[in-house]
């Protein structure tokens, strides 16, 4: 079945220059990039993206690792894959969340860590189910940012609006 996942380089993934890596190793799943961006994550962001975690004792430290302030990286890189079975496919490349019982092949029992802290680095986020993806995408992305209709979508006029273009 054709599916859509949120997939997030996390800031330890960017600072350690995971990128290449992480995308080589998604490249296996031999699905589509519909979307790609690099974004500054804001505290509503973070906190929306997380709000299903709002009641664990390490919500505080999740939202600042996301923002990128445990690691000076103020960034996140966001993508939408999307391909025969993506979400069961990017979640096995990606592997478990504790990344010392992830499969050590993959991205995460490969690259993460849990830090002194108790932080699980586990550099990179994949939705879960279709539901999730969903939310996600939305959360992340304007319809336009990705390049086929993966949601249905309206047209609504804002004239009001302003907006930053070149000088
Ligand atoms: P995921 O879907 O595999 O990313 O895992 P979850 O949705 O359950 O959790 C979201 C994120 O919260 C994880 O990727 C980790 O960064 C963090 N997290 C989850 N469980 C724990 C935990 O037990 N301890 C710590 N420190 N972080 C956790
Ligand atoms: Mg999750």
Redesign the pocket.
């Given at each position: 079945m054709n599916q859509k996942t949120l997939v997030l380089i996390k800031p330890d993934g960017l600072v350690k220059s995971l990128t290449g890596n992480i995308l080589m190793r998604l490249s296996e799943s031999k699905l589509e990039i519909v979307a790609a961006k690099i974004l500054r994550v804001n505290k509503e962001l973070a906190e929306e993206h997380?709000k299903h975690?709002e009641d664990k004792p390490?919500f505080k430290e999740?939202i600042r690792?996301i923002q990128g302030e445990l690691h000076g990286r103020r960034k996140v890189m966001a993508m939408v894959y999307w391909g025969e079975d993506a979400l069961t496919k990017v979640r096995e490349l990606a592997g478990s969340?504790n990344p010392e019982e992830a499969d050590v092949t993959s991205i995460r029992g490969s690259f993460g860590r849990i830090t002194t802290k108790?932080?699980?680095e586990?550099v990179l986020?994949t939705s879960?189910d279709a539901k999730e993806a969903e939310r996600e995408i939305k959360l992340w992305f304007e319809p336009d940012e990705i390049i086929v209709d993966l949601y249905p979508t309206k047209t609504v006029s804002m004239e009001t609006q302003k907006k930053r273009v070149w000088a």
């Open positions: 997380y975690m390490f999740l690792y969340t108790g932080i699980y586990n986020h879960s």
